[in-house]
């Protein structure tokens, strides 16, 4: 019996029910009995014991009706005492009536203990658990001063202190140091550790223990910055900061002295293994907070929620240019449709699918929302409502603004309150339903609650939403429009779980292969600009290209056609469906290949603007025709573009591109040398044959050869030497101008080397790194800082610029064996037939 589906009986109709269970009961007794008295010399044990187990369960029904009488006269019983008697008793009875064979009719009177609630009755009950939780909600935030959110928050961050605290070892004195760092009046001078009396005066003040804070320094809690006048002011870290938080959660996990402090460091980092001066220089020092500055977040009561919303109404009222009250903010066109900047994260309106030009509202150097962020799919923006905040007024305290009902979330998701900046409040999307009741937080953050909610509601629509129930006949008849073949529907799946973009050579879907990496497929151009013409794919115009995407139509025709492919009511059609182009967008696509841009869209400097070709002069002799010349490769295009570029464009560049090319020694192997290439791993010969040092050529070098291999095997880490061991002639001994010929190359396609595709040689970006005895990195270092970085040209004498060398010829196939034909003579003089060169043994053992 559940609360909200029944109601509590009655005292009355407990004590009938429990009279007529009694009542029951010792009619299956006297049937027992006379049973047993009837019995046979066979049957007479048999019976007897049924008899005696029917008149247990008669005495306990009648002992339960009797207390019931008992207990509903008594005031000082609950109002729950005569039902609890009169279930009993029904229990018993129905015990008892299966004991002696009889029909079980008390079963019956269990329904009049389970009274169906009224709807008028329901309606209360909710009405008065939702003013129960109303009522303990506001005493919870009268109490704490916070809402649920952040309460849960505080008592998380409570866990984690209870175990992040011990950890760092700590007594009272650290935590004041870094109370008094807090301040921002902590500093030292001449030797001594002071807090002083007033900020900006670093003279005099109270004393505060020096090897705490060196010792809170050197762990990077806290952080000096010197002063003009020689003072060095010690300020608390963002760890520091997060470690007092925790300490001041949980006091308890402080160390009564500095004594039982060291012995607790001292037991956590003693390691067998470590000498005895290790173990205490280790226990000396302060461990780092490691998982709590990620894992801590502040939470924020309801007074600050209050200022921050009023401080962002005033702002954002002032980057908006100011409003009139009571005008709602116009929504763009239903036929415009809207997109998200990639640039500055706010709505802009498109035309024709494309996001029109606009002035960001910020730069990325000015926290902007949308800096970093890949652009994304067109999303319908929700109806603006009605603005609530007015313009700032001189008032010294802003008036606080009430909180407004938030955008309903799909059962079952959660919105996860993120860390807020300047100018934003952040969200992200927590799922309940996707491992068995555990949230789970989806990918992605939102600044806009609204588009959170609609992301939710995709997420849940997709993953948790009935996939198979039937479609309406309206969903059909929008099914039988779009026809769409398979081909079709690959190409609505690469544009959104691949990038499709459009080059100048046409369509391409890139990395659309999941269980393969660097997979690139061209696609038709009718068929992307039919599905574009068509209203199912929206263009993004970004920096590096053109990006095609879902629209919204396209969305819901996706899943329309997948789950009417799911239940069989429709399969994709044999060859590409006609598709009806809509009004906007029936002047057709403007293709890069053609020289065409949407409206608004820059063209690039090395494009020229196509002219009309001029009339042919009436002559006898009709001029040559002109030689069509491919387009001059860009240098800032990106490697997969040059990849797939015509050979007549990677061939030809600009006249003034000349690129000088540093001829360096090719290593030849010898056959020791090819043995060992071949004995490596397939894995690692790859990877050699990538970053070039299957032939590396080393630079003199002061030291001999056996030096370094003495320095490779005693003073280089394990983790170096195992790595070293799997190249044939070594890993990390090479430099970027040490490395030898590309793959390209060693298989004898010239024509595509490397660097001849990249149109330059590859760049060290002038850094390396520090790491520790267990191969940790632990500082970055600049090896050159005003020197020329290392650059690697593939060493092969094949040309790097200029015209491409031929495409090496295909090898023929030998021909099939015939039947053996009759022997011939011999001719007088057989000419000598020319072989074709060899291939090189080292290309046949790398490649």
């Keep these: 019996m ?211 804070t060196q010792d809170l320094h050197a762990a990077g809690f806290l952080v000096v910055v010197d002063t003009a006048d020689g003072a060095r002011v010690l300020t608390a870290t963002p760890m520091g900061q997060v470690a007092l938080e925790l300490a001041r959660l949980h006091p308890d996990g402080l160390y009564e002295s500095d004594k039982a402090a060291y012995e607790a460091r001292y037991a956590r980092v003693a390691k067998r293994y470590k000498r005895m001066d290790d173990k205490k220089a280790a226990a000396r020092r302060l461990p780092a907070l490691e998982h709590g500055v990620g894992r801590y977040r502040r939470p924020v009561t309801l007074v600050e929620q209050e200022t921050r919303a009023a401080r962002e109404a005033a702002e954002q009222w002032e980057d908006e240019g100011g409003y009139c009250p009571g005008v709602e903010t116009p929504a763009a066109a239903a036929e415009e449709g809207t997109g998200r900047c990639p640039c500055c994260g706010l709505h802009e309106v498109t035309v024709a699918g494309v996001l029109a030009p606009h002035k960001a509202t910020r730069a990325a150097a000015d926290d902007c929302p949308g800096s970093g962020l890949r652009p994304g799919a067109d999303t319908p923006r929700p109806a603006a409502e009605a603005r609530v905040e007015d313009a700032p007024a001189a008032a010294p305290a802003p008036a606080a603004t009430p909180v407004k009902a938030g955008p309903s979330l799909p059962p079952g998701m959660y919105f996860l309150p993120l860390p807020s900046t300047r100018y934003r409040e952040w969200w992200a999307l927590q799922c309940g339903r996707c491992q068995g009741g555990d949230r789970v937080t989806l990918s992605g953050e939102w600044a806009d609650k609204y588009e959170a909610a609609q992301v939710a509601r995709e997420h849940f629509d997709e993953a948790h939403q009935p996939l198979d129930a039937p479609l309406t006949a309206e969903e059909i008849a929008e099914v039988e429009r779009w026809p769409l073949s398979a081909a079709q529907r690959t190409v609505l799946h690469w544009a959104e779980h691949a990038e499709l973009a459009e080059y100048d050579d046409g369509f391409w879907a890139l990395d659309c292969v999941p269980d393969r990496w660097d997979v690139n497929k061209k696609v038709a151009r009718g068929r992307v600009t039919g599905m574009w013409a068509a209203g199912l794919l929206n263009v993004h115009l970004t920096s590096y290209g053109r990006r095609l ?252 610029d200029g015209p491409a060398p031929a495409r090496p010829a295909a090898k023929k196939k030998p021909a099939p064996a015939g039947p053996p034909a009759a022997a011939e003579p011999a001719p007088a003089q057989a000419a000598a037939t020319v072989r074709a060169p060899e291939a090189d043994a080292v290309q046949a053992a790398l490649w």
Excluded at 58 to 86: F, G, I, N, T
Excluded at 614 to 623: E, G, Q, R, Y
Excluded at 763 to 770: F, G, S, T
């Design 2 to 212: 559940t609360e909200t589906d029944f109601g509590e009986p009655t005292p009355e109709t407990c004590l009938r029910v429990a009279r007529q269970a009694a009542a029951l009961a010792a009619a299956a007794d006297d049937t027992a009995l006379s049973t047993a008295c009837r019995s046979t010399p066979r049957t007479e044990a048999h019976r007897e014991e049924i008899m005696h187990a029917v008149h247990r369960q008669a005495v306990e029904a009648e002992r339960l009706a009797a207390r019931a009488e008992q207990w509903a006269a008594d005031p000082s019983m609950p109002d729950s005492a005569p039902r609890y008697c009169a279930s009993g008793a029904v229990d018993h009875a129905v015990r008892a009536q299966e004991a002696a064979g009889v029909e079980a009719t008390a079963a019956a009177l269990r329904t009049e203990l389970e009274r169906r609630l009224t709807p008028a009755e329901h309606a209360e009950r909710e009405s008065e658990r939702r003013r129960a939780e109303a009522e303990q909600e506001a005493e919870e935030r009268a109490t704490t001063g916070m809402d649920a959110d952040n309460r849960h928050l505080a008592r998380m961050n409570a866990y984690l202190a209870e175990s992040a605290v011990p950890q760092l070892g700590w007594t009272a004195g650290h935590v004041r140091v870094l109370e008094a760092a807090e301040t921002g009046r902590l500093y030292q001078r001449d030797g001594q550790v002071r807090q002083a009396a007033e900020h900006g005066t670093w003279s005099g003040g109270r004393r505060v223990s020096r090897e705490r």
């Design 549 to 800: 995407v879902k629209s919204p139509t396209g969305r819901r025709v996706a899943r329309l056609v997948w789950r009417a492919e799911r239940q069989g009511i429709a399969q994709a059609a044999a060859k590409d469906a006609r598709l009806a182009p809509i009004a906007k967008r029936s002047n057709g696509y403007p293709l890069l290949s053609e020289g065409r841009y949407f409206k608004g869209e820059e063209r690039r400097a090395d494009d020229p603007v196509p002219t009309e070709p001029a009339p042919a002069p009436a002559a006898a002799v009709p001029a040559a025709a002109p030689v069509p010349t491919a387009a001059p490769v860009r240098a800032d295009q990106p490697l997969l573009r040059r990849l797939f570029a015509p050979r007549s464009v990677r061939e030809r560049r600009p006249a003034p591109d000349v690129r000088t090319v540093i001829r360096r020694p090719q290593r030849i192997l010898t056959p020791e040398e090819r043995e060992r290439v071949q004995d490596m791993p397939l894995l690692n010969l790859q990877g050699a044959l990538i970053m070039g040092i299957t032939d590396p050529v080393p630079n003199p070098s002061p030291m001999p050869e056996d030096a370094g291999a003495w320095v490779r095997e005693h003073a280089w880490p394990a983790h170096f030497q195992q790595e070293e061991n799997r190249y044939p002639f070594g890993f990390h001994r090479w430099s970027m101008c040490e490395r030898g010929t590309c793959w390209n190359c060693l298989n004898g396609r010239h024509d595509i080397c490397v660097h001849r595709q990249k149109g330059g040689p590859d760049v060290d970006d002038n850094r390396d790194w520090v790491t520790n005895h267990q191969g940790r990195t632990v500082a970055e270092f600049i090896p050159r800082p005003d020197g020329e970085p290392c650059v690697w040209w593939c060493r092969c004498e094949c040309p790097k």
